[in-house]
């Protein structure tokens, strides 16, 4: 089906066997390969990244639109390419004899790198879109079909193209010593060639060839119309050999020769010497057919001549109709010649053609740019030269490369994260005497090796450190080398939490006194493990409302017994969330310490046992007889138990000293009543040096306060001493008596 893809990078995101004419749509700015496409592929790219289309069957369809690039890589065969969008569609790899259908408006570009030498590719325009030929190999044979014009881009050696079509074939800047072959009835031009070069038009296609460089050939064969356009300046020079064709028209656009004739016979015993006078002079004229064989040639310079880049002057003015046979002695056509501390460079096919012309040209410079310094990032990298120049050294400038593209000047680079894995070059640069912008590169270095960069940001924990709470991990991590999927461990008093390792962590009893904390891990792109703490939470409460630094100053059960462990089970009472200790006021010294225990057995609490939440005191929680002795404010506290209904037994340590006898509660009518005592299954206990009430409750009961079913127990009571009837109420009194035979 269609598929969505966000790929922010840097890596490469790949999808494996999409459906047939899915549609694929992207964005960001990492690239995304399509890998063995199911057939036909439909893509959006609206992002910078590259989207890849990886063996397309032959005879599919890649539809594009979008404005980023696409590459479709090794097709099996023939394919349809529509470019809707405004991105170029680049085809690399192609197969010999398939033919590429191109429509739409887009730009695309045909990389033929890896080509077979002599193979052959047919191009359909269809719409007249911008279509180049990148990287064509020798004897490549490309056709033009469509209506649209191909672009053949500094094809490697000799091609040979077919316009089949009403498009135009362009061949820019074909090798020097190249030969093109045009067949077919479609237009073809060729523009900016590199050098001499031959062209063959077997064909009834014209041929338009422009800006020829001075001193180059073109040589013509075959029969097809042939038109040469030439923008040469004054004194320039080049030869059009059309002994092979003469269906030739030449246009002149510059002020150059496109003739050559010559008639002169020198051998190596006659010596030529000449002095070169200035720019655009003419040392010699020829009738004739021009021969040198070896003929030594001394040139001096006028001192009074500056001779300056461009110059030209004319050694041999061939007006004859023949080429010049031969050279100067160890002067090649090209060859250059130093006078008098000036460059110049011979060609027997200037002026008229065929006349022997020097033309000035610029002596480049000598010696070296290097860089020092180690490939690796951080590092500073520094440039040095020992160049010079005959023509007069200017001031040195530094570019800085990072595989080719432009990345910062000076003399000294220090390298960061973007050039890892790139290789560093250096281009200096000056003006020289002459004027000439002179440019020299340096070798290129290894390419920058990685130094691991420490993540920044933090990370953080939300929530409360309460037992049943929930925290939460987040991160605001970010990694120079690359970010990786992050995991969390999570850590109670800095030791790993087995199983720990969501997003989150649930507060549980064994947590309870404990600093919490989170360590976030990811792989960066490099492959280095990254780990970062967050900060600790507060130890982690047992949520039954009172401070951990309160229970810590509980009074110890007996002589021997541990400070903050007021029940005498040997943990502390802030470590359980079934035990609470606070001082309840009422008294002037410890002994207003109370410790309260669910799930109670004989004052300790059972493995499973419940927690107390909201624990506190008091005042005037109930209403006592006045000559009940109240040694303290009473207290409400809340149990959770297992289900609605279910009775939680509970102990309440009191000093020995407060002279209580039970725990009063109000029933059901509003009768006072001990629920420590036996009436009511309850009990009052000496133990060491504190008296133990036990008594229990039963969710929903007259006792519970709260509301019935809701599997919690509120109880608000009082430890206090009161007369006590057999059956557990307080004894009445004339002053007090209320409805029966209790105090309400």
Avoid at 82 to 88: C, E, L, M, Y
Avoid at 167 to 183: C, H, L, R
Avoid at 245 to 255: D, E, H, R, T, Y
Avoid at 397 to 402: C, D, G, K, T
Wanted: proline share 4%; aromatic share 4%.
């Amino acid at each position: 089906g269609d598929l969505t893809v966000n790929n922010a990078g840097p890596g490469t995101a790949t999808v494996t066997g999409l459906d047939d004419d899915a549609t694929l749509t992207t964005s960001g700015n990492g690239d995304v390969d399509v890998d063995q496409p199911e057939g036909s592929v439909n893509l959006n790219n609206g992002g910078p990244g590259t989207v890849s289309v990886i063996g397309l069957n032959d005879g599919e369809t890649v539809n594009v639109t979008g404005n980023g690039p696409t590459t479709v890589s090794n097709p099996q065969g023939d394919a349809t390419l529509h470019n809707g969008g405004s991105g170029v569609l680049t085809v690399t790899g192609p197969a010999p004899d398939s033919q590429l259908d191109l429509t739409g408006s887009g730009p695309f570009a045909v990389d033929l790198a890896g080509f077979p030498a002599g193979g052959h590719i047919g191009l359909n325009n269809v719409d007249g879109a911008d279509v180049q030929v990148l990287h064509a190999p020798a004897g490549a044979q490309i056709d033009s079909l469509g209506a649209g014009d191909i672009t053949i881009l500094a094809p490697a050696g000799d091609v040979h193209v077919h316009n089949a079509g009403t498009g135009t074939m362009v061949i820019e800047q074909p090798a020097d010593g190249s030969t093109v072959t045009k067949t077919g009835s479609g237009p073809a031009l060729i523009d900016h060639p590199v050098g001499g070069f031959t062209l063959d038009n077997d064909d009834s296609g014209p041929v338009t060839v422009q800006h020829l460089p001075a001193g180059s050939t073109l040589v013509l064969q075959g029969s097809g119309p042939v038109v040469v356009e030439s923008n040469l300046a004054q004194g320039e020079h080049v030869q059009v050999d059309t002994s092979g064709n003469s269906n030739v028209q030449l246009a002149n656009n510059g002020k150059g020769t496109i003739d050559v004739i010559g008639d002169l016979q020198l051998d190596s015993g006659d010596a030529m010497s000449i002095k070169l006078g200035g720019d655009a002079t003419t040392a010699l004229t020829v009738a004739g057919t021009v021969s040198l064989d070896g003929t030594p040639l001394n040139l001096t310079l006028d001192p009074d001549y500056a001779a300056h880049l461009g110059d030209t002057i004319t050694l041999l003015d061939n007006d004859g109709s023949d080429a010049v046979v031969g050279t100067f002695a160890g002067l090649a056509e090209g060859a250059a010649i130093l006078v008098g501390g000036k460059l110049f460079s011979i060609s027997y096919v200037g002026g008229t053609g065929n006349d022997v012309v020097l033309t000035r040209v610029n002596d480049g410079p000598s010696g070296a740019v290097t860089i020092s310094g180690s490939a690796t990032q951080h590092q500073t990298l520094t440039a040095s030269n020992t160049l010079g120049d005959t023509d007069g050294m200017g001031n040195v400038s530094y570019r800085w490369l990072a595989d080719g593209a432009l990345v910062a000047v000076g003399s000294s680079y220090v390298l960061t994260q973007a050039q890892v894995g790139k290789a560093i070059t250096v281009v200096a640069s000056y003006l020289d005497a002459e004027g000439t912008v002179e440019t020299v590169s340096s070798s290129a270095t290894e390419r920058v090796a990685n130094v691991n960069d420490a993540p920044t940001g933090a990370v953080l924990i939300a929530g409360n450190a309460t037992l049943g709470q929930t925290l939460t991990a987040s991160n605001t991590l970010a990694d120079q080398d690359g970010m990786g999927t992050v995991s969390y461990q999570w850590q109670a008093n800095g030791a790993d939490i087995a199983g720990a390792t969501g997003g989150s962590l649930t507060l549980d009893a064994a947590l309870i006194g404990k600093t919490i904390g989170v360590v976030a891990r990811y792989t960066d792109g490099f492959g280095a493990a990254e780990a970062v703490g967050s900060a600790s939470t507060e130890a982690v409460r047992d949520g039954n409302g009172v401070a951990p630094s309160v229970e810590a100053l509980a009074p110890a059960l007996g002589n021997g017994g541990l400070l903050g462990d007021g029940n005498g089970d040997g943990i502390l009472d802030a470590l359980q969330p079934s035990v609470v200790s606070m001082a309840v006021p009422g008294a002037a010294n410890a002994s207003s310490y109370v410790t309260l225990v669910a799930g109670a057995v004989n004052g300790k609490p059972v493995a499973d046992a419940n927690p107390l939440t909201d624990v506190h005191s008091v005042h005037d929680a109930i209403d006592l007889p006045s000559w009940a002795q109240t040694p303290m404010d009473g207290i409400s506290f809340t149990a959770k138990v297992n289900a609605p209904g279910a009775t939680e037994n509970f102990s309440l340590y009191v000093d020995a000293s407060s002279g209580v006898n039970g725990y009063w509660a109000k029933d059901a009518s509003g009768v006072l009543v001990n629920l420590a005592s036996a009436a009511y299954g309850g009990q009052m206990v000496t133990e060491g040096d504190k008296i133990r009430l036990d008594f229990h409750i039963t969710e929903g009961s007259q006792f519970d306060v709260g509301v019935a079913g809701d599997s919690n127990i509120v109880s608000n009571g009082v430890a206090a001493h009161a007369s006590l009837s057999l059956i557990g109420y307080v004894i009445d009194t004339p002053d007090e008596q209320g409805p029966g035979n209790a105090f309400d």
